[in-house]
């Protein structure tokens, strides 16, 4: 006899497993499938999906491993701390990137048991309706074969994958995805990265502290046309200017060769032609959603043409009791927003007000320095005719900044000219990533600049960075 749950979600990336947890909190039976076994050694399947596995918190244990060892070779002499023969083991370096993954997804299991979620270790796809239940096929990772299960509500959450070039194999070993980017064994000697985005740049800061020569081709004209055009500019001049990024934009890649010297990538700038000769490749130009396997034609799941699932505000598709989150469904493809909205479709089922509002969700560079911003840049403000006043106060202004020995960047907060009702922020700088939860805060309450301008913040902190902002869209900051 199939097994029978409430509600069964299809991916245990952080959507899928932060859905299966709060409908189990509900006291809905509650299930998850996943069929990626990763690097499990057992081939077991591992949760987390791509951000645990190889994805962000890979990626950022490494980010914080060549920072270290750029600070010990660079930052450290303003303090008077001098180090000599200092090197590198990449090999214990990756360890410690595996033991955080390890005990992170090993965690998830903890709390599907804590909370009893049933794991389900397999490919889960439509089966069919049986009455008024969902029936779902899941082949089981290690045997092969397939279980049956039935369920009122299904939750689908399978993720994305690595867009790809055409003609250009990726065998994440020569030329690689962000999955082969973080698992070099080596430090490479000339790194190639097409695609200047978040992962690019992320994994190109990785490799350029630990001594690459790292060149990137992007094909948009812009650098960082998604940030606010000034804090674009900054992370320009940085990236380029200090780090020795070798960014070139507005590329057009003809073909990617191997060859006895490495790899051969041919492009074109402007009218020019050109050729780009590194050891490893990276390529980073988005990703698409995995809604391959799923059967969704069959049981007539909409789905575009770009493999993304239609829903509506709350996450509903145009089948009853089911629902899609996370990055198969419009939106930027971050966890965190994946993570919400498998909260509110889980409170949405059990009859609550689940809500995400998307104009509050924040996006982070864990470059460095770190960019970060919520909701409206100028270009956009300008672009939809609102007004708005401005204000930018940089670190340079900052005690703490400068006792870190860090004053790069600054914070811009964007205010209505008419309600001053807070619109966006933007930071870049050290610790973007956490200073620019204030402002998530503060517009999910409808703040006001002049709201955070009247809050006190703790001295000698980055945060009065974001007070001074405050302060200054009235054109009133104390310290600058």
Known sequence: ????????????????????????????????????????????????????????????????????????NHGFLMHGIKA???????ATMQKRKENIVNQLTGGIKGLFKKNKVTLLPGHARFAGREGDLWALDVKLTKEGTDERVLAKHVIVATGSRARHLPNIPVDNVDICDNVGALDYSAVPGRLGIIGAGVIGLELGSVWKRLGSQVTILEALPDFLAAADQGVAKEAWKVFTQKQGLDIKLGVAIKSVTKTDAGIAISYELGDQAATLECDKLIVSIGRVPNTDGLNAAAVGLAVTDRGIIEV???CRTNLPNVWAVGDVVRGPMLAHKGMEEGVMVAETIAGQAGHVNYDCIPWVMYTHPEIAWVGKTEQQLKAEGIAYRAGQIPFLANGRAMGQGDTTGFIKM????????????????????????EAVVAMEFSASSEDL??????????????HEAALAVDKRPLHF
């Open 1 to 72: 006899m199939a097994k029978q749950f409430d509600v069964v979600v299809i991916g245990g990336g952080p959507a899928g497993y932060v859905a299966a947890i709060r409908a189990a909190q509900l006291g809905f039976s509650s299930a998850c499938a996943e069929s990626a076994p990763y690097a499990d050694p057992k081939g077991d399947v591992r949760l987390g999906g791509t951000c645990l596995n190889v994805g962000c918190i890979p990626s950022k244990a490494l980010l914080q491993s060549s920072e270290n060892y750029d600070q010990i």
């Open 84 to 90: 000599e023969g200092v090197s590198v083991d990449i």
């Open 312 to 314: 509506d505000g709350h």
């Open 414 to 437: 964007l205010a209505c000219a008419t309600t001053d009702r807070i619109l966006g922020v933007h930071a870049i700088g050290t610790n973007a990533s956490e200073l620019i939860s």
């Open 453 to 466: 301008a009247r809050i006190c913040h703790a001295h000698p902190t980055l945060s009065e960075v974001m």
